[in-house]
Nanobody
Framework: QVQLVESGGGLVQPGGSLRLSCAASGRTFSRYTIGWFRQAPGKEREFVAHIRWNSVIGIYADSVKGRFTISRDNAKNTAYLQLNSLEPEDTAVYYC?????????????????WGQGTQVTVSS
């Protein structure tokens, strides 16, 4: 498994932006799909975006498409989630996660390594 640590959360006004980072341990980062998920109070954890180990193209939930961008820098063992045009409904704890090596990560049940989460609060 890979160890993951998120950072970059905070308080931002509606319409603002944040960039979340997900730093991974080990030398096989490039072989892992990285997913971002979020969980708001009283709600289930939901998929936000993922970038597969063999791709540079992100896959997004409809609710964030066009506003969020996922990327990865394999040389730095880090994945990113750029959050633009933030809305109060985006308020949640954001988690990065990874399935087993070479797994595409098409379903949340495939993700076995999770970070501790970073809080994003969108409020005026």
């Amino acid at each position: 498994q890979v160890q993951l640590v998120e950072s970059g959360g905070g308080l931002v006004q509606p319409g603002g932006s944040l960039r979340l980072s997900c730093a991974a341990s080990g030398r096989t980062f490039s072989r892992y799909t990285i997913g971002w998920f979020r969980q708001a109070p009283g709600k289930e954890r939901e998929f936000v975006a993922h970038i597969r180990w063999n791709s540079v193209i992100g896959i997004y939930a409809d609710s964030v498409k066009g506003r969020f961008t996922i990327s990865r820098d394999n040389a730095k063992n880090t994945a990113y989630l750029q959050l633009n045009s933030l809305e109060p409904e985006d308020t949640a704890v954001y988690y990065c996660a990874a399935p087993s090596i070479y797994v595409l990560g098409s379903d949340i049940s495939e993700y076995t390594s999770w970070g501790q989460g970073t809080q994003v609060t969108v409020s005026s």
